[in-house]
């Protein structure tokens, strides 16, 4: 879950690996401050994460690890 604030809002999330291959790419919608994004497809790794929303761009690193 992604959580924004008090907002109500849509944006796109992507997904790159460390080598600058986007993985995912999606559309999303921000409902009360909330959102829900699918990663089950992604497999284990570390990944960039990228989140365009109302002008904004934020990143960072996200580790997804399906053994736990």
Same mark, same amino acid.
């Given at each position: 879950?992604?959580?924004? !604030?008090? =907002? %109500?809002? *849509? !944006?796109?999330? !992507?997904?790159?690996?460390?080598?600058?291959?986007?993985?995912?790419? *999606?559309?999303? #919608?921000?409902?009360?401050?909330?959102?829900?994004?699918?990663? &089950?497809?992604?497999?284990?790794?570390? %990944?960039?994460?990228?989140? #365009?929303? &109302? !002008?904004?761009? %934020?990143?960072?690193? =996200?580790?997804?690890?399906?053994?736990?």
């Amino acid at each position: 879950n992604l959580k924004i !604030g008090n =907002i %109500y809002s *849509s !944006g796109i999330f !992507g997904l790159m690996d460390l080598q600058g291959r986007t993985v995912l790419k *999606s559309k999303f #919608h921000i409902s009360n401050g909330r959102t829900r994004i699918d990663l &089950e497809d992604v497999p284990s790794g570390t %990944y960039i994460y990228l989140i #365009h929303l &109302e !002008g904004s761009q %934020y990143s960072g690193k =996200i580790i997804i690890d399906k053994l736990l």
